[in-house]
């Protein structure tokens, strides 16, 4: 094991030269994700654009090979777009909400879904309602059951693994429910791409949404969304659709895509598609679950020596945590030890109050620190890491 850590490590050029403990924000990048970005540029630089793509058109379509490969699905229901919000937006605008809609999500969602959801409220006239937790933290399916047997209930939404909290919401029991209530399911799998391994069948959803830059290690400004072949066969497809995702057949008249390319618009900086091609095949290679149970190890890690130092209080919960780790401080802003750390070399970052409202208002939080180790980090690393944040509170 030793030697592969160590090869992953002479591949990701970040390493030599800082502790980079934020890949819940966005992962180091391994230098075969770098070399398909920037080959591609310098192909688009020597023979222009269009014809770069043309060039690589058989790359291009592997990229939604290497993605269905990744999350058990097939290549159809792929569709590539900006980033997981994007993604979001694509497979929310699937649905023609009215007044008193009913879109049922958790406590812990991500923020710009949140916020998305109001905006629909004030818009449309949508009724939000987040499901109770369990005891223990995470969302509870028989509270999104309750909540979902309305027969107003259009939507059913879930961040599988929160933006400011290590906590893994039982997508799976989400799933579930959705399946025998026959409630279109929403999956925000940001997080969760890269540190877990995803079956899209088990999940039963009918959408995910991902971005390449955090765990999975690709490029900023690249994702992509699962469309179910339940989605695609309702004949869903989003409301402002492109020409990428559909044809003008007559004056009056569009013939939709049939794969999940519908989701699509016709403009992709390819140089970032293929990044994501690269890095899905590199995660593929390390192996997601060995990738898994290498950073969970090191979280673990992180909040068992968090938990040692006096004013210091680790904050995830739930029945199973994953590597991402949040904590407050009593006396000490958040954000003001993510700036000493990176004056350090160590790469943190910080969550605030409205981050997570509902939970983090819940828990008397203002600010918290949120570490994320990977497979390719060390043992040393996070060690070193814990030790400066013992010292700063200490002073």
């Known amino acids: 094991m030793q030697e592969r850590i160590e090869g992953w490590r ?82 929310m605008t699937s649905f023609d909400f009215s007044p ?38 995470g969302v509870d399916p028989e509270s999104v059951r309750e909540l979902a047997r309305d027969a107003r209930c259009r939507l059913v939404h879930v961040s599988w693994i929160p933006t400011h909290s290590g906590i893994i919401q039982d997508a799976e029991g989400v799933g579930q ?71 003008w057949e007559s004056p009056d008249r569009y013939q939709i895509e049939p794969t999940a390319m519908r989701y699509e618009d016709w403009e992709f900086p390819y140089a970032l598609v293929l990044g994501l091609g690269a890095a899905t095949r590199y995660a593929l290679d390390v192996g997601v679950e060995l990738a898994s149970a290498r950073a969970f190890a090191l979280a673990a890690r992180a909040r068992g020596l968090l938990a040692g130092i006096p004013g210091v209080r680790v904050l995830d919960g739930g029945r199973e ?42 828990k008397q939080v203002k600010t918290a620190i949120r570490i994320s180790p990977h497979y390719y980090n060390t043992e040393e690393e996070v060690g070193e890491a814990i030790a400066a944040i013992a010292r700063l509170v200490e002073s």
């Open 177 to 247: 429910v959705c399946e025998e209530l026959g409630v279109p399911y929403l999956l925000d799998a940001c997080q969760a791409v890269g540190q877990l391994p995803i079956d899209v069948v088990r999940l039963k959803c009918d959408y995910m949404s991902a971005t390449a830059r955090k765990f999975l290690r690709g490029p900023r400004g690249m994702g992509f969304l699962y469309a179910s072949d339940k989605a695609l066969a309702r004949g869903d497809h989003p409301l402002y659709v492109d020409m990428r995702g559909a044809k």
């Open 10 to 91: 002479s591949e990701t050029r970040g390493c030599a030269t800082r502790i980079h403990l934020n890949n819940a924000g966005a992962g180091l990048m391994p230098d075969p994700v770098v070399e398909a970005c920037t080959e591609h540029l310098q192909l688009e630089a020597e023979i222009g654009g269009y014809e770069a793509a043309a060039a690589r058109e058989a790359e291009i379509a592997g990229v939604y090979d290497d993605v269905a490969t990744l999350i058990g699905a097939h290549a159809t229901n792929v569709a590539i777009v900006a980033n997981a919000t994007a993604g979001f937006i694509q497979a």
């Open 321 to 362: 945590q994953c590597a991402i780790v949040t904590a407050s401080f009593a006396r000490i802003d958040a954000r003001d030890v993510v700036s000493a750390l990176s004056r350090q070399r160590i790469s943190t970052t910080a969550s605030l109050r409205w981050y997570g409202l509902l939970d983090f208002t819940e």
């Open 100 to 137: 008193d809609d009913v879109i049922v999500t958790t406590k812990a969602d991500y923020t710009s879904y949140q916020i998305q959801f109001l905006s629909l409220a004030q818009r449309l006239g949508v009724v939000v309602r987040h499901a109770e937790d369990l005891p223990e933290g």
